[in-house]
């Protein structure tokens, strides 16, 4: 199985700070990566696919980069909102495996 | 718009089966296949297995292939999974995930999920 790890499993941030996420996996996985909110009793929210390719209706200030083992998800300007927990996933063989999430909570 | 509505929680005893459904409304439900994906408390997100909702097509994760079974119904626009012989470790909450394309998916659009409570 490839195996993604996100080396953070929290960070503080101030709403209007730069974040961004490390996700890296086990092998060459190309592009095949998504990154995903999710906030308690809620269900997932695909933000970014394809590692830089951005979901419709996400705002602009996520974007997504990254290739082969290395990827990083950013937020430019931190919003109130966008405190909740991050995800990297790979789909590029199954099984498809999850990162162990990245929180974001307030400095 | 689209939407994925899932049955309700369960408390199921050690060794118990459960099944959990995912109503499918707002699009066109053979052209998307689904995952299903479950999170332990505390825990990170761990993909059980895929179905096809065309023909019915699985493909389980090798450490819940003898335990699940992932069925549609078209005629309802409904999935199904389908857990056997539940252990205290199984509690999580159950997700169903519209893939947004047939090769490399990404998870488009998911349920609001499902706990599973194992207790004896």
């Known amino acids: 199985d490839i195996q993604m790890t996100q080396s953070q499993s929290s960070l503080s941030a101030s709403v209007g700070d730069r974040v961004t996420i490390t996700c890296r996996a086990s092998?060459?996985?190309?592009?095949?990566l998504n990154w995903y909110q999710h906030k308690p009793g809620k269900a997932p929210w695909l933000l970014v696919y394809?590692?830089?390719s951005l979901q419709g209706g996400v705002p602009s200030r996520f974007s997504g980069s990254g290739s082969g083992t290395e990827f990083t998800l950013t937020i430019t300007t931190l919003q109130p909102e966008d405190f909740a927990t991050y995800f990297c996933q790979q789909s590029h063989f199954p099984p498809y495996t999850f990162g162990q999430g990245t929180k974001v909570d307030t400095k | 718009q689209v939407q994925l509505v899932q049955s309700g929680a369960e408390v199921k005893k050690p060794g118990a089966s459960v099944t959990v459904s995912c109503k499918a409304s707002?699009?066109?439900?053979?052209?998307?296949?689904f995952s299903w994906v479950r999170q332990a408390p505390g825990q990170g997100l761990e993909w059980l297995g895929w179905?096809?909702?065309?023909?019915?097509?699985?493909n389980y994760a090798q450490k819940f292939q003898d335990r699940v079974t992932m069925t549609r119904d078209t005629s309802t626009n409904t999935a199904y999974l389908e857990l056997r012989s539940l252990r205290s470790d199984d509690t999580a909450t159950y997700y169903c995930a519209r893939e947004g394309r047939v090769t490399n998916p990404d998870f488009d659009c998911w349920g609001q999920g499902t706990l599973v409570t194992v207790s004896s």
């Open positions: 092998q060459n996985i190309n592009s095949h």
């Open positions: 179905i096809s909702t065309y023909n019915g097509d699985t």
């Open positions: 707002g699009y066109n439900f053979l052209n998307y296949d």
């Open positions: 394809d590692a830089s």
